[in-house]
């Protein structure tokens, strides 16, 4: 059942550092842009996933076409993608044993969700971490990288 409990949520968000964000966007009006530059303002390195947009660079970051092409390991895997599109990317966090799959308000898998949580991942669905930050209370930290 994925975590959507309060203080689980403070936890995942006070202890991640690195976030690939799966379906970034280069267009300043797309939710994921506004998240990933949130989030990088409050002290998380983000690292954009769009195989689109793979090679060029979003708020300063590389894009990378994948969660395997990923030059480093990170703590969370954000998922801006339609419902249907996220198996692919829940079995490549799994294979890579990312700790957190977070999917955005709106995105549920009930069965990748299962699959993850069975692989022992935590799983946060239909939540949105600008929005659980302030809601928390969860002051910018410098350095968090």
Known sequence: MPSNNPDQLRHILETVKTIALVG???????PSHEVMEYLQAHGYRIIPVNPRLAGQQVLGEPVYADLHALPEPVDMVELFLAPERTDTVIDQAIELNIPVVWMQIGVINEEGAARAEAAGLTVVMDRCP????????IPPVAGRT
């Open 24 to 30: 970034a966007s280069e267009k300043t009006t797309r």
């Open 130 to 137: 600008k929005q659980e930050i302030p809601r928390q209370g």
